[in-house]
């Protein structure tokens, strides 16, 4: 009878060190994935606040532009085109893509203020053009943190075993952001 109780409370002090160590995995497991996925909510909620910054500044400089480049209509409507598709987005990754249509129109638009050299003297597009650089820097920052918040999420729920509680609770992997093709490839500058 003792030799019986004493394998009975052997085996139960197996399994319950068994059962505190799976919970231990699963809860420490769960938790960094939440905390990783939180770490890239945060991360993406400082790029949507320089793009936001950024959606801001941009009719005040559009108009300036315009006061000295009329003829350039089809470079201020892709501006202004690929501004209300960022108005419209509603997914992350339609907020990627259409920050990066504008991104490339923001760029056009630059280039055209180069054969403007009256208007790269007015104080006021001088400004402007500070507080764009200033938040094309502090979005370079933004998105570099969202990415690098990403990549840990994504590799963490691709590990093994991490991927078992990543797939038992849902969670998917993230979007990074991208710089659109057109930013790959060199300047072209003319004299």
């Not at 339609?94 to 991104?103: G, V, Y």
């Not at 969202?146 to 990549?151: G, I, K, L, S, T």
């Amino acid at each position: 009878m003792k030799r019986g109780t004493i394998i009975l409370l052997v085996v139960l002090a197996v399994l319950l060190i068994l059962g505190l160590s799976v919970y231990s995995f699963f809860k420490g497991t769960y938790n960094s994935l939440v905390q990783l996925d939180e770490t890239s909510n945060s991360a993406w909620a400082e790029v949507e606040n320089n793009l936001q910054r950024r959606y801001d500044l941009i009719p005040n400089l559009v108009n300036t532009v315009k006061g000295f480049a009329n003829q350039e209509k089809e470079v201020f409507l892709g501006v202004t085109e690929a501004r209300s598709k960022v108005g419209g987005a509603t997914t992350r990754d339609q907020r990627i893509n259409a920050e990066n249509e504008l991104s490339g129109a923001l760029s056009r638009m630059l280039l055209v203020v180069e054969n403007y050299p009256q208007l790269k003297s007015d104080a006021n597009f001088r400004a402007l053009q500070d507080e764009l650089s200033g938040t094309e820097n502090r979005l370079a920052v933004a998105r570099k943190r969202y990415n690098d918040a990403v990549r840990q999420f994504n590799v963490m729920i691709r590990q093994f075993p991490q991927n078992i509680v990543a797939n038992m609770f849902g969670f998917e992997k993230k979007t990074f952001y991208e710089i659109p093709d057109e930013a790959r490839a060199n300047p072209e500058v003319q004299f």
